[in-house]
Each structure stands twice: as C-alpha cells, then as structure tokens.
C-alpha cells in the first residue's frame, strides 16, 4: 500500500508563475486526500496528473482565500465530469456556508452529497479513521483559526514467518489470528506462540501538515516522530519580524520544532513571492535540521 505526497502548490498568499497557493494530493492505502485549495488547484491537478474524481477526502486549514479559494471551482468541475461519489471536507466554521451559497447561486446542482464536518482551529481529535488509516487535527497559531492535520497508518498486522508456519500443524484459519497477535490453543492443548511464527509487522508511517502558523511548540505532541513534517516556511530570518507581525514562520523556526519533535524528514512550504529561489531557505533551515527539502509545484514523495 503506498503513502504518497504530491505538492499541487507550494506557494503563499500571491500566485507566482512557479509556485501555485498551496494544495496537496495524499495517498494513503488507497484513501485519497486533498489538503488545501488554492487558487488554481484544478489547473495543477490536471498538471500533474491528479485524477478529479478519486479524491474522496478534502481538509481545509482555515479561511485564508490562499487556502480556498479554488474549492468551489474543483467541485463544479468534478459535477461536469459526472461524478456521483459522496464528499467530504473538513473546514473551519463557516466554509459550508460559502460553498453552498457559491453553488446555489451558480446554479450548480450536483448529482453527489457533500458532507461538511466543522473544525474550530482550538481542538485536537481525530476526524477519520478507518480499518488503515486515521487522521488527526490539531491546532496552530494564525491570525484566525487554523488546523493542521495528521494522516497515518494505524499499526499493522505482524507478518507470517513462512519458514516456521509450513509444516507445524496450524490451519488457515488460524493464521489471521496470528497476523492479529494471538497465541493459538488447539483443541486438543497445543500452543502456538505467536512470537514463534510470525516476524514484525512493517513500521507505519506518518505525515503530518502544519499550514499557516507562527512558530508554536504546542504543535510538538502532534508531529512527534512523523516520516515527514510539512511545515510552513514564509520567510527567512532576515524577515523574522515580518513573520511575527503576521504569525508566520521562518525557515530557521520551522527546523527548530522538526528538531524538538524529532520527525525523519521536514519539508518546507508557503514560500513567500518575494523569493526567487529557495536556497536561503535551504541553508537557514539545514543549519539547525539536516534532513530538509523545500517544496515545488509538481515535486513528489513516497514514504
């Protein structure tokens, strides 16, 4: 099963001809997961070979026009393509209220069902979960209410040590239960240790998504240890009071909480239009995190 990330845009507030206001396209055991809409988002999604009509999960951090602006236009083209599947977006308050009245106005009448769950931007809890996955939202320091999310694979079945299974007796409908973490006890008294014959399940993994924010420790017990960790990466430290007037980060910031919460990789984004390039970004945030990348328009990553 994979767990993919595809940046559709990586961009902050203003749209630049290389970076798109941001949007992310999640795969996760075959979940499909839209994070954010942006301006535009239609446009990279069929730019980068997004397919309308799987995406079944869309989260919205908060009601920045950078962060939304593109929703109504996605859900107007995937009711032209003919979808008929339900959708869900998870939004701050206030969000269905836009949606549905930009559609009753248009005139859009759709032939699917959109489920909206309501986010305050100050709780943490988990907003799905399923027999793989779950995902979690948690809050972040903006200008308004804000959440940042979480997706990652619930632990998974240990696997079948084939070597030890051939031969020793057990039936096939024993070995789910192994694979679940039961001993077994036949009927007539002989005991299967679990440990014995199956080997380790294979690590999950974790993704976790800090949007707009304001450097914030509260938001360490949420990433602890995640595979990756997007984090928000406005500016750099030469524009740090920029960054606190407007409860941004800086790339310096950002490295501070991958380091304090001990993630395997941080991806930086929300890059500010004023850069022409990201290697001021790069090098601030290596300085203090080693394994870190900058986010572009198209880049993809497979955990």
């Known amino acids: 099963m994979s767990f993919e990330i595809t940046i559709l845009g990586s961009g902050a507030a203003i749209p630049t001809s290389r970076r798109n206001p941001t949007s992310q396209y999640i795969v996760c055991n075959e979940r499909h997961i839209l994070i954010d809409c942006g301006e535009g988002t239609q446009m990279q ?14 989260l919205i951090s908060h009601l920045h026009g950078d962060h939304f602006f593109g929703l109504v236009g996605l ?19 206030g969000l269905e209220m836009i949606v549905r009245t930009q559609l009753e106005i248009g005139d ?56 030890k299974v051939k031969g020793s007796g057990l039936l096939f409908e024993h070995l789910h239960r ?16 679990n440990e014995d014959y199956t080997l380790p399940p294979n690590p999950s993994r974790s993704y976790a998504y800090c949007s707009d924010t304001a450097y914030y420790e509260d938001l360490l017990p949420h990433v ?10 406005t500016f750099i430290e030469k524009e740090k009071s920029r960054a606190k ?35 001021d970004h790069l090098n601030e945030a290596a300085e203090i995190f080693e394994n870190v990348l900058v986010a572009e328009d198209g880049s993809h990553y497979i955990l």
């Open 45 to 58: 999604i069929r730019k980068y070979g997004v397919r309308f009509q799987r995406i079944n999960h869309i």
């Open 75 to 93: 859900i107007s083209t995937m009711r032209l393509m003919g979808r008929d599947k339900n959708l869900v977006i998870y939004g701050p308050v």
């Open 108 to 163: 859009a009448k759709l032939d699917f069902e959109i489920e909206f769950v309501e986010l305050d931007g100050k709780t943490s809890r988990m907003i799905y979960e399923d027999n793989l996955i779950e995902i979690h939202t948690f809050p972040l320091k903006h200008r308004i209410p804000t959440n940042g999310f979480l997706i990652k694979e619930k632990i998974k079945e240990r696997k079948l040590n084939s070597s």
């Open 178 to 193: 192994l694979k679940s973490g039961e001993d077994i006890i036949t009927d007539d008294g002989k005991v299967f240790k």
């Open 224 to 233: 602890q240890g995640v595979d990756l960790l997007y984090h928000e990466a």
């Open 245 to 279: 007037a407007t409860f941004h980060s800086t790339a310096k910031q950002a490295a501070t909480i991958a380091l304090k919460s001990g993630v395997k990789k941080l991806l930086l984004g929300h890059i500010s239009a004023r850069y022409s390039n990201d290697l």
